[in-house]
């Protein structure tokens, strides 16, 4: 990605899908050149968590709401140190941000941090082609460069893709760093970062947590090397496909049954180290308003999602696995694809949503509870033996 910052407001902009569909619009944030995989958000707040997100690594993220940008950007929302997105494309920005937290406007902070971006185009449009097409390479381009549209294509077919990437090493922790409990200490989880949002060990804080944040290179020494009550991996980028590593590890894990959780990628991965096998979705989940069921008490929740890739399980049958039983847990009511798993015969289990989504919503935060019940429950039967 190459970007200025000059001129922002007023460049003219252009996005190049690979099938060779073009919008034209006008640059926001950074003035430059950018390319990603083209995908589409559905939620109506929280964009600011969602820029920060760092599974939107080498994204170029859609948003439908039409009107983005109102509340500028603040310095308490951010889910990671920065945004992660590759590009941006709004229809109608916001020309004055109005909230009493906020500290600049979007376009600001797209500049500053050289994402480039596109306004001014029919989104609704976009977002119909994105779902009849799917998820696909994309390229904005802004400014100086978007003279030759048959040039600005071939570069974007140039582009890698999201099928076969390996890139959760890119967006973790680099070194350990720990997230102290709040108030009373009673439990020691080692979180595997493969992209983990901010939220995550703060709501396992919440909750009387100390959380060991560890690089996705960690060991399965590494991992009990903090003597764990319990072991997290995280949500992230990329294909799963790629994760061997990762699928190690957690089977390591799964071989001494400590209680074990994980979201996103961290699903993808717990399928993986049960011998299911993951699939990339057609253009993927994206917002906070996908409805969940939740298989073990029959509830339905409302939540928020960022998955391009899912898990391939059978959905009515308990399957045999080299753990124990294992049963889908949760499905998406939209598309009955798989969003939780679990363990039947020692403690474990995942979701692939986001149960600790700061903006919203927050119908399955019950999720850090029943971790936290079996980190207890491990810990009691380990007191009576």
Not at 179 to 207: N, W, Y
């Amino acid at each position: 990605m190459t970007t200025s910052t000059r001129g922002a407001a007023k460049a003219p902009a252009v996005l190049v899908l690979e099938d060779g569909r073009i919008f034209r619009g006008r640059a926001y944030g950074a003035v430059g050149e950018t390319f990603g995989e083209a995908v589409f958000s559905t939620g109506m707040t929280g964009y600011q968590e969602t820029l920060t997100d760092p599974s939107y690594h080498r994204q170029v993220v859609v948003m439908t709401a039409p009107h983005v940008g109102n509340t500028g950007v603040n310095d308490e929302d951010p889910e990671s140190s920065r945004i992660w997105v590759a590009g941006y494309v709004v229809r109608d920005p916001a020309r004055v941000p109005s909230n009493w937290r906020s500290r600049r406007s979007l376009d600001e902070e797209l500049v500053k941090q050289g994402v480039v971006g596109i306004s001014g185009i029919d989104t609704r449009a976009l977002t119909r082609h994105l779902r009849e097409r799917g998820a696909m390479r994309v390229g904005i381009f802004s400014g100086e460069a978007v003279a030759d549209d048959a040039a600005l294509l071939a570069r974007v077919l140039e582009a890698p893709q999201m099928k076969g990437a390996d890139l959760s090493a890119e967006v973790a922790t680099k070194e350990t760093y720990v997230v102290p409990a709040i108030g009373e200490k009673k439990f020691t989880v080692a979180a595997v970062d493969l992209g983990i949002k901010g939220m995550t060990p703060h709501r396992m804080a919440e909750r009387g947590i100390e959380v060991h944040v560890l690089p996705a290179t960690a060991t399965v020494e590494d991992v009990y090397a903090v003597q764990p009550d319990g072991v997290f991996f995280s949500n992230g980028p990329g294909d799963p496909a790629t994760a061997d590593h990762a699928v190690s590890v957690m089977q390591g894990v799964l071989a001494r049954k400590t209680p074990l959780f994980g979201i996103c990628f961290g699903n993808q991965i717990l399928g993986r180290a049960l011998g299911f096998g993951t699939y990339k979705l057609k253009y993927g989940h994206r917002g906070i308003n996908q409805p969940v069921q939740d298989r073990t008490t029959g509830k339905v929740e409302i939540t928020a999602h960022n998955h391009g890739f899912a898990v391939d399980a059978p959905l009515d049958k308990v399957s045999e696995t080299p753990y124990g039983r294992a049963e889908v847990s949760h499905v998406c009511l939209n598309d009955n694809v798989v969003e939780g798993l679990q363990l039947l015969d020692q403690p474990a289990f995942s979701v692939q949503y986001h149960p600790e989504a700061a903006a919203g919503p927050h119908d399955a935060a019950y999720l850090f509870d029943r971790f936290t019940s079996l980190m207890n429950t491990a810990q009691m039967e380990a007191e009576r033996a």
